[in-house]
């Protein structure tokens, strides 16, 4: 139980462009989801908390602008990287708990998006 | 400031012998912990927790202990197999948040 599913695993595009990724919850409903985003060889970057129903959360330094997410249902929350340029390229993760569970639940997280900015 | 802190970059050790992972936090807030194993190009994958109620946890090959007084937690893989090569990250959390908090990462290799 408790598989996160991230779609697509690997994007290159041309600058300028947008991409969205997919975060879904396969087996379980996730009112919260998190974007992470890893540099090589580094830890992973919380970037944002996204909430069902409402606005996302944004750590300090992370563009609101830049990286729009939806998370329209209790099993799918987007991210879209908006005019996607080089430094952008990253690995972007997402996760997700199942709150139906009682007591401590650990993070579920996806397989990541390898986001390549040419 | 770095809250949850792993201060071996990398560990090496024999196949069929004992990988203890090492992870420091800074935060007395925090009460729940975690490690995950990551491989490249992948997402990490959930190993085991241990609330801050319990000092010890076990799963299989897998073991966490937990030092609330020395704010430190281990990992403790017997027997280490080839298998576990990857990276092993700690992360913490606190009471009514949801964010974790993750270490550095250590690069755990299974020599066979």
């Known amino acids: 139980g408790a598989v996160v599913s991230q779609h697509p695993s690997w994007v290159i595009c041309k600058s300028g462009t947008s991409v969205k990724i997919e975060c879904r919850s396969l087996?379980?409903?996730?009112?919260?989801m998190f974007w992470y985003r890893q540099f090589p060889k580094q830890s992973l970057m919380l970037m944002a908390t996204s909430n069902e129903g409402s606005k996302a959360t944004y750590e300090q330094g992370v563009e609101k602008d830049k990286f729009l997410i939806n998370h329209a249902s209790l099993t799918l929350s987007t991210l879209t990287v908006t005019s996607a340029h080089p430094e952008d390229s990253s690995f972007y993760i997402c996760s997700a708990r199942d709150w139906g569970q009682e007591g401590n639940q650990p993070q579920h997280f996806g397989d990541g998006t390898r986001l390549s900015i040419l | 400031d770095q809250q949850v802190k792993q201060n071996s970059p990398s560990l090496s050790v024999q196949e069929g012998r004992i990988s203890i992972l090492n992870c420091d936090y800074t935060?007395?807030?925090?009460?729940?912990f975690l490690w995950y194993k990551k491989y490249p190009a992948e997402g990490p994958t959930f190993l085991i927790s241990i609330s801050s109620i319990k000092d010890k946890n076990e799963d299989g090959r897998f073991t966490v202990f937990l030092n609330k007084s020395a704010k430190h937690l281990s990992l403790h893989i017997v027997p280490s197999q080839p298998g576990d090569s990857a990276v092993y990250f700690c992360a913490a959390s606190s009471k009514g948040a949801q964010k974790l908090v993750f270490g550095q990462g250590t690069r755990l290799t299974i020599n066979p």
């Open positions: 087996d379980f409903q996730a009112t919260t």
């Open positions: 935060n007395s807030m925090f009460d729940y």
